[in-house]
């Protein structure tokens, strides 16, 4: 399984980027696909996850209003759109994706996730 994310790039404070993150190898119909980031010096955060099977979606405090994610179950991909950015939303993002059902409560847990993809790094300027 391959998880290929792409979109990052460097933008002004209140700009947009849409990220989109394309898993290759294994349908996740019933899985989750998530967003990850971590600034330099930072300690990787949970960015929000949505679920493939109904569509519901799962937000860090930090980014909710502002970010929405999307999922297209025929091409296997979700989407992170940004808007609003700000210079802390600067970090490396990564997509990660797991094959099965869990409860809620843990969908905002790097550890639950079983396939990663490389990064892709989003810079707002001030």
């Known amino acids: 399984v391959q998880l290929q994310a792409s979109g990052g790039g460097l933008v002004q404070a209140g700009g947009s980027l849409r990220l989109s993150c394309t898993a290759s190898g294994r349908t996740f119909s019933s899985g989750l696909m998530g967003w990850f980031r971590q600034a330099p010096g930072k300690e990787r955060e949970f960015v929000g996850t949505i679920s493939f099977w109904n569509g519901a979606t799962s937000y860090a405090n930090s980014v909710k209003g502002r970010f929405t994610i999307s999922r297209d179950n025929a091409k296997n991909t979700a989407y992170l759109q940004m808007n609003s950015l700000n210079p802390e939303d600067t970090a490396v993002y990564s997509c990660?994706?797991?094959?099965?059902?869990?409860?809620?409560?843990?969908?905002?847990?790097?550890?639950?996730?079983?396939?990663w993809g490389q990064g892709t790094q989003v810079t707002v300027s001030s």
């Open positions: 990660a994706a797991r094959n099965r059902r869990i409860i809620t409560s843990e969908w905002n847990r790097a550890g639950v996730y079983d396939y």
